[in-house]
């Protein structure tokens, strides 16, 4: 037997356990991801879910915990095709050092949060850096908890930010660890405008 059948053979042995996973998979219902770890990427694929989701006509709305109002190319773009951002405003807590402005802020944001996550026309929700906010105790745990669990059935939700807690990890469909391995800014590379941020 030649390369190409023995390849052949082994790609059909593969594809018939996929597919058997593929029609096992039959519930259909809103999904929430949760994007952690030290790793760099975390928004960028939660945005990508966001523009996924917006490509195929869907309705997204986007809370951005943490970021500042800055200039943001994910926002210029996605506002474009009228998906709405809430966001936090104060930019990183080490800038604000004033942990009462930042609780104010969060719980602020956290109120257009779980209108987003109430509402049935909205197929996907981004809580950017969300994971923050219940690590810093900036917003009640329970009250936020609550809400991922009782959103509209066919609603998605992706949540990002590192340190999940366990009770995040435990409640989402999918978790994703993103890893530090190297990244430009330890080794004094500046931000890139379009691909940094």
């Given amino acids: 037997m030649?390369?190409?059948?023995?390849?052949?053979?082994?790609?059909?042995?593969?594809?018939?356990?996929?597919?058997?996973?593929?029609a096992k998979a039959q519930i259909e219902k809103g999904v929430m991801i949760v994007i952690t770890g030290n790793g760099k990427g975390k928004s960028t694929s939660g945005f990508g879910t966001v523009a996924?989701?917006?490509?195929?006509g869907y309705k997204a709305a986007v809370v951005q915990f943490i970021k500042g109002k800055w200039d943001c190319g994910e926002r210029t773009l996605l506002e474009q095709h009228d998906v709405p951002f809430a966001v936090m405003g104060t930019g990183f807590t080490w800038n604000t050092q004033d942990r009462s402005l930042d609780i104010e802020?969060?719980?602020?944001?956290?109120?257009?949060?779980?209108?987003?996550?109430?509402?049935?026309?909205?197929?996907?929700?981004?809580?950017?850096?969300?994971?923050?906010?219940?690590?810093?105790d900036y917003l009640d745990k329970e009250e936020v908890l609550n809400?991922?669990?009782?959103?509209?059935?066919?609603?998605?939700?992706?949540?990002?930010?590192?340190?999940a807690i366990r009770e995040l990890r435990e409640m989402a469909d999918t978790v994703s660890e993103v890893k530090e391995e190297k990244h430009a800014f330890k080794a004094g590379v500046k931000a890139r405008k379009g691909v940094d941020w």
Wanted: net charge positive; aromatic share 8%; proline share 3%.
């Fill in 2 to 22: 030649d390369k190409d059948e023995k390849y052949k053979i082994k790609s059909q042995k593969q594809k018939e356990k996929v597919d058997a996973k593929v």
């Fill in 52 to 56: 996924r989701c917006v490509g195929h």
């Fill in 105 to 136: 802020a969060a719980e602020s944001v956290w109120q257009e949060a779980k209108k987003f996550l109430a509402d049935p026309q909205y197929h996907l929700v981004l809580l950017d850096e969300l994971t923050y906010m219940l690590g810093y």
């Fill in 147 to 163: 809400a991922l669990k009782n959103r509209p059935e066919e609603q998605s939700v992706v949540v990002t930010g590192r340190g």
